[in-house]
């Protein structure tokens, strides 16, 4: 099975935080799945851009583990600035994966796979399924804005 997964947080190699999808990535993989991932150049937690991303619109890394391709897009670097500035980190992330998932992601898949935060990345697979005819899973692991609102990013309930 040929997977498209979008998801935004994606982590580096030896990045510490929430692996789940690097380690389900990797057992698909294991078992003869070819996975391409639509990721964010930004880390959720540094808010930092690794040196090799700056200035770039998208970055790929074939092979990032045997059998899965990263498509790096850009996410503007105002995510922590105010509550705007992380909309349009959120929003950068929307456009840069849809047109990289139209023009770098090329090729036949059988599904794409797309897991929140943030839930702007379901606009992408949205997009993406109707553009390429392809079935989506959404998968959303935080409710939102309820935390936005726990988290202080939202001050009015």
């Not at 851009?49 to 990032?64: A, E, L, P, V």
């Not at 309820?146 to 939202?154: F, M, P, W």
Request: overall charge positive; hydrophobic content about 40%.
């Amino acid at each position: 099975m040929k997977i498209l997964l979008i998801h935004q947080y994606f982590l580096e190699k030896g990045d510490g935080g929430g692996s789940r999808f690097n380690e389900m990535t990797r057992n698909w993989s294991d078992k003869g799945h070819s996975i391409t991932v639509l990721a964010g150049m930004m880390h959720y937690a540094s808010n930092k851009k690794i040196s090799r991303y700056k200035g770039k619109f998208t970055y790929f890394d074939k092979d990032f583990y045997p059998g899965v391709d990263i498509i790096r897009c850009h996410v503007s670097e105002s995510y922590n600035t105010n509550f705007l500035g992380r909309l349009w980190a959120y929003f950068s992330f929307v456009f840069s994966s849809i047109l990289a998932g139209l023009f770098i992601a090329k090729g036949k898949y059988d599904i794409i796979l797309v897991t929140s935060p943030p839930l702007f990345v379901g606009i992408t697979a949205y997009v993406l399924s109707v553009l390429k005819r392809l079935p989506f899973v959404f998968e959303i692991r935080d409710l939102w804005p309820e935390s936005a609102i726990d988290t202080g990013v939202l001050k009015s309930k």
